[in-house]
């Protein structure tokens, strides 16, 4: 049984999941620190910097 803490967790970041904010990968790496409540905003700002460039290169390859 989940506690209400990882209850929350899973609804945030299925609404990352739906709005594709984040790749499925970060999002994995997020939820262990989302549930505890360890994220800190620079650690939002860090997600979403580092999956955006990962994205944006994969996304040029792809067009060469």
């Known amino acids: 049984m989940s506690t209400p803490d990882e209850e929350v967790g899973k609804k ?3 609404q ?3 709005l594709k ?3 499925e990968n970060k999002l994995e790496k997020l939820f262990p620190e ?3 409540g360890k994220l ?3 650690d939002w700002k860090f997600a979403f910097e580092t999956d955006r460039t990962i994205g944006e290169v994969e996304n040029v ?3 060469k």
């Open 61 to 63: 390859s792809k067009n």
């Open 12 to 14: 945030i970041i299925e």
């Open 34 to 36: 989302l549930v505890v």
């Open 40 to 42: 800190k905003p620079e």
């Open 21 to 23: 904010l984040l790749s």
């Open 16 to 18: 990352f999941r739906k």
